[in-house]
């Protein structure tokens, strides 16, 4: 997300584009022969995977470009508890009152960061009449929802036993060149890096999310996804401070203070 930040000469449908070539790369790797095990409902749940992982890193790129790296990537990490709570309503799993409690929390921490203008009128950027702060809290929802979605379908072909790491890479590689492939094709508006520094920060986006994904499904094989998807949110802190001293972002009070809840509810789940 950080190297994201810095690409500001491509698109976010450009950079989705490079960034999914190298997911390609782990065809070899597929077990054809446990495929063959595979029936329609699992192909499904690949597919769907796949293009609600697209389609949520998407939507990610785009908030970047009106939100703060640190807000972004408060909304967008906070995977455990929406993932608990598509699991409660989808797979019918249990909740108890503790659930609950971190759900609240969890809540209060993205009213806060979001700021919806309706409930804050006088504070930060409704107060100057911008709302690309809102807007890009809005679309990073947007994606959280699509990549908590995403979780569920992998959980599900981890329940039937039919989880393969470089199939659940290699398909969202394939969704990740068509959809922003057929987007850029409509607009004519492909391009390149226009600096050096910009291409090794492209080329990064693209190796770190290959084997960021890769250990990912590989990681959801052994562990559950709270456990997995917890981890993701050590990256807070660091987009924060990376934001500050990189990107010249300032975050106010109500920020931090979101995060912070957002952090303690996503912890809160290790120890349910």
């Known amino acids: 997300m950080v190297a994201v930040k810095g690409v500001t000469s491509l698109s976010p449908y450009q950079i989705m584009l490079y960034r999914s070539f190298p997911f390609l790369l782990t065809l070899p790797f597929i077990s054809w022969r446990k495929s063959e095990s595979y029936n329609l409902y699992d192909l499904l749940y690949y597919i769907s995977y796949a293009v609600l992982n697209t389609s949520g890193i998407i939507l990610m790129y785009v908030a970047l470009e ?8 408060a ?13 409660f309503l989808l797979l019918r799993e249990p909740i108890r009152i503790f659930d609950i409690i971190l759900f609240v929390v ?3 921490g993205l009213i806060l960061v979001t700021r919806p203008p309706f409930l804050f009128h006088g504070h930060g950027d409704a107060a100057t009449g911008s709302t690309n702060e809102f807007l890009g809290a809005v679309i990073a929802l947007g994606s959280l929802l699509g990549l908590a979605m995403s979780t569920i379908f992998s959980r599900k072909l981890t329940y039937r036993g039919n989880s393969d790491s470089a199939l659940l890479t290699f398909i969202p590689g394939v969704t990740g ?11 004519q508006t492909w391009d390149f890096p226009s600096t050096f520094m910009e291409g090794v920060l492209t080329l990064a ?26 981890l993701f949110t050590l990256g807070v802190p660091v987009s924060f401070l990376v934001g500050i001293f ?6 106010d009070v109500l920020s931090v203070v979101g995060a912070f ?7 809160g789940c290790l120890w349910k």
């Open 66 to 73: 009106f939100a703060q790296l640190g807000n972004v990537s």
């Open 75 to 87: 909304i967008c990490t906070n995977l455990p508890i929406p993932s608990a709570i598509l699991s």
């Open 106 to 108: 969890n809540f209060i």
């Open 177 to 187: 060149v068509f959809i922003p492939g057929t987007i850029l094709f409509i607009t």
């Open 205 to 230: 986006v693209a190796v770190l999310s290959l084997f960021g994904n890769f250990f990912l499904a590989l990681g959801l094989n052994y562990e559950s996804v709270i456990t997995i998807t917890v």
């Open 246 to 251: 990189v990107f010249k972002e300032i975050p």
């Open 261 to 267: 809840s957002i952090l303690v509810s996503t912890f």
